[in-house]
Nanobody, 127 residues
Framework: QAQLVESGGGLAQTGGSLRLSCAFS????????MGWFRQANGKERDFVAA????????NYADSVKGRFTISRDNAKNTVFLQMSSLKPEETAVYYC????????????????????WGQGTPVTVSS
């Protein structure tokens, strides 16, 4: 079973930064897209960002554009989410996801399009 292992969550102050990492362990499975989602207490899981593995095409939720950056390291099978100018309302559990499909645009924002999920890493932004 493929595994995604997230790290880098924690506590940040309003306006601060955090960098999340997600390593995908199974190199026998071809992954074409990786993404980040987040889920606050009592709310639905929302799309944050996604990146295609080959062409490096990125997609972002409108709420994070200009503040968050998704990137990847193919050699390490790892995707990163650099988060800046954090807001208290962004306190949530952040989940990494991987898809066998090539996803761009709206398709990349649908959680049902992803095949594998990490366990989540909590991010708390204090006001």
């Amino acid at each position: 079973q493929a595994q995604l292992v997230e790290s880098g969550g924690g506590l940040a102050q309003t306006g601060g930064s955090l960098r999340l990492s997600c390593a995908f362990s199974d190199r026998t499975i071809t992954i074409n897209t990786m993404g980040w989602f987040r889920q606050a207490n009592g709310k639905e899981r929302d799309f944050v960002a996604a990146i295609t593995w080959a062409e490096d095409i990125t997609n972002y939720a409108d709420s994070v554009k200009g503040r968050f950056t998704i990137s990847r390291d193919n050699a390490k099978n790892t995707v990163f989410l650099q988060m800046s100018s954090l807001k208290p309302e962004e306190t949530a559990v952040y989940y990494c996801a991987a898809a066998r499909a090539y996803l761009i645009g709206k398709a990349a924002s649908r959680s049902t399009a992803y095949d594998y999920w990490g366990q989540g890493t909590p991010v708390t932004v204090s006001s």
